[in-house]
Every structure is written in C-alpha cells, then in structure tokens.
C-alpha cells in the first residue's frame, strides 16, 4: 500500500512537471509569435513609409521650384521696371547700369552664414572654387556690359529680336553641355516662346520705340555686342549647371548663395574698375543732380534695382541648381511679356492686342515645359514606389 501511495506520487510529480513544460513551451511559442507579429508590422510600417517618402520630397521639391520662380519672376519683372525708371528720369550711364546688376551682393552675406554646406559632401579644392568664381564673375560683367551697348546702339525691336535668340542658343548649349533631352512639349515651348518675344520686339516699332539716327558703325557694334551677350549669357547658364553637377557636388542651398555671392563680388569690382577706368564717374554727380524725381529717388532707384537683380539671380539658380539651366531660362523669358503689363500701370504704356498675344503665347510656352517636368517627376516617383514595395516583399 505504501508502495502504491508513492508510485501514484510519482506519477503525479511526474504528470505536474509534463504539464508545466507543455505550459512553459507553449508560452514560449506564444511570445514568439507575438514577437514575429511584432516585427512583421513594423516591416509594414516602414514599407509604407518608405513608400511615402518619394511622394514627400516630391512635394518638398516642387516647393522649392515655386518659390525660386517666384523669386525670378518678381525679381526680373520689378528690376526691369526700375531700370526703365533710371533712364526716363535722366539716368545715362551705361557702367552704372551694368554696376547695379551685381552691386546688392551684401544682402546674400547673411544667408551664406546661416545656411551651411551638407556634411557629407566632398567640397572641391580653395583654389579651385576661387578660379570657378572668378571665371564666373568676369563672364557675367562681359554679358551685362554688352547688353548695355546694346540698348545703347540698336532700336528696341531690333534689340528685343536678338535677346530672344537666347533660349535657341541656350538649347544648343544645354544639348552638348549639360546632355539635355528635347521632348515634343520642350520643342513646343521653345518654339512658342520665341514666337512670343519676336511679337513683342515687332510691335516696339508701333510704340515709337526705334530710332533711324544710329550711325551704321555703332549699330553694328551694337548688333554684335547683343548677339554675343544672349550667346554668352545661354553659354553662362549651362556651365552653372554643369558646376553644380560636376564640380561643387553640395546639394545644399549654400551652394546657390556662394554661386551667386562670390561672381557677383568679383563683378562689382570689374564694374568699378571699368567706372572709374571710362571716366563716366565724373558724370554721375551731375547725372545725380539732373534727376527728375531727385537725389534721394536716385539712390533708392539704384539701390532697389540692384536688391531686385540679386532676389532674380538667385531664383535663376535656384532653377539652374534644382531643375536645369534651360528651364531656368524658359521661365526668365516668361517674365519679359509681363513686363508691358505692369508698364501700363506704373508707365501708363498703351497695351494693344499684340501686347495681350504675346503674354498667352507667353504663358501657354511655360505651362508646356512645366507640364513635361511634371511627367517626368511623376514617372521617378513611380519606379521608387516600385522599388520600394519590391524590397518590401522581399524582407517580408
């Protein structure tokens, strides 16, 4: 009987510690299940925000793109009003028109400090930014000062016609530097803009604006000096670009400021430089003193124009930096037919039906290129969802 007793003991010590290990197992397993669970759903988590991630710098970049259109439409339109202001109200001086175009660098000094360059980017060599700066900087004073000849020395139509030939030079600067694909839609809004401007450079002989005085000489100074600016300004845009992409390397807005502060500084002393070297400073005082509106609205007219070129240039690199130099181009040439609208306001300029053409023409070139960047946005944002969602698939 004592045997019995402990025999049944056993095999209920026996039937306890089976019943606990099936227990302990089987919440192991549960705890198991729960962790793969677990890490099953933060894979989803993080597939679908890998997912989203495109969508959102998508959106982030096309921020970016407004807001430097904005900058070069405003800019544009505002300094080229200003600057129409200088001349009817007695300025004449060709350096001091060529010097406001790069003199409002300081404003920029603040945003070189407050934005730094991305840590992982491999910064080029001190005196290699220095000699792309420099070369930048010559490059752009050569452009304004044959721009200013030529308003000098051409009637506006003709003036007008020539600085439209930009955006064909620049397409063939932009194919051979910069590899630039040419869609049907980027064909038609080169077409279309061009169009638009040659409408305008057309009815400036309606308005009054030519003049039959110039003597064959300077006008053809004038015409070569007009021609070789759009060149050398397309030839300007492209190689911009081709620095961002080649040579600084630094996706950071700092690289727009540095690429606009340090060639506009080197301008601003080439313009000095030429100011005192042409003797046109010993004008200015009086050119000062002969202006309608007064010494006051003198400086202020100079001194907005140049913050106004300043705001402009760095939407046109901003373009350049996100997009591409034609499309910077595309949109700078937008802003030509707005400027009559805002002369009948400020100018009291007649605006007529070629006025009105243009500015459609105008407007639908821009619509065109914006659309065919959008496509080609839409379709990168595609193939990383795909890719997301495949290597989702594959660490589930």
Not at 133 to 158: E, K, Q, R, W
Not at 262 to 274: E, L
Request: contains cysteine; positive net charge.
């Amino acid at each position: 009987m004592h045997f019995c007793f402990w025999f049944s003991m056993e095999s209920a010590q026996e039937l306890a510690q089976q019943n606990r290990g099936k227990d302990d197992h089987d919440s192991r397993s549960g705890e198991d299940n729960s962790i793969a669970n677990h890490n099953n759903s933060n894979n989803k988590r993080n597939n679908i925000c890998n997912f989203h991630m495109p969508k959102l710098k998508h959106y982030s970049k096309w921020f970016r793109i407004t807001s430097y259109i904005i900058f070069l439409l405003v800019g544009q339109t505002t300094a080229t009003l200003l600057g129409r202001l200088y001349f009817d109200k007695g300025g004449n001086s060709k350096w001091m028109a060529t010097f406001v175009q790069s003199a409002g660098f300081p404003i920029l000094i603040p945003l070189k400090f407050f934005f730094s360059s991305s840590a992982a980017s491999i910064r080029p060599s001190l005196a290699r930014l220095a000699s792309l700066y420099l070369a930048f900087g010559l490059l752009l004073t050569g452009d304004n000062l044959m721009y200013s000849y030529g308003l000098l020395y051409l009637p506006v139509s003709t003036y007008s016609l020539l600085c439209a030939s930009q955006l064909a030079f620049n397409a063939v600067t932009s194919f051979f530097i910069n590899k630039q694909k040419f869609t049907a839609l980027v064909l038609n809004s080169l077409v279309i803009l061009t169009i638009a401007m040659c409408l305008l450079a057309i009815n400036a002989s309606n308005d009054g604006n030519t003049s039959n005085d110039i003597a064959r000489g300077k006008y053809v100074i004038g015409f070569l000096c007009t021609l070789g600016a759009s060149a050398t300004y397309s030839l300007y845009l492209s190689l911009t670009q081709y620095s961002f992409e080649k040579v600084i390397k630094d996706e950071s807005f700092n690289t727009i400021v540095c690429m606009q502060l340090y060639p506009s500084f080197v301008a601003t002393c080439a313009c000095v430089i030429g100011l005192f070297g042409s003797g046109e400073w010993k004008t200015l005082n009086e050119e000062m003193k002969g202006y309608k509106m007064g010494r006051v609205s003198y400086v202020m007219t100079l001194a907005f124009t140049a913050i106004s070129w300043q705001v402009s240039s760095v939407g046109l690199l901003g373009l350049i930096f996100e997009v591409s130099s034609l499309f910077s181009n595309v949109i700078s040439t937008v802003s030509l037919p707005v400027v009559p609208v805002f002369a009948v306001v400020f100018f009291h300029d007649k605006m007529n039906g070629v006025k009105v053409i243009s500015l459609v023409l105008a407007i639908w070139g821009f619509v065109s290129y914006i659309y065919q960047h959008y496509l080609d946005n839409t379709k990168v944002i595609k193939e990383k969802g795909k890719d997301s969602i495949v290597a989702g698939s594959e660490m589930c």
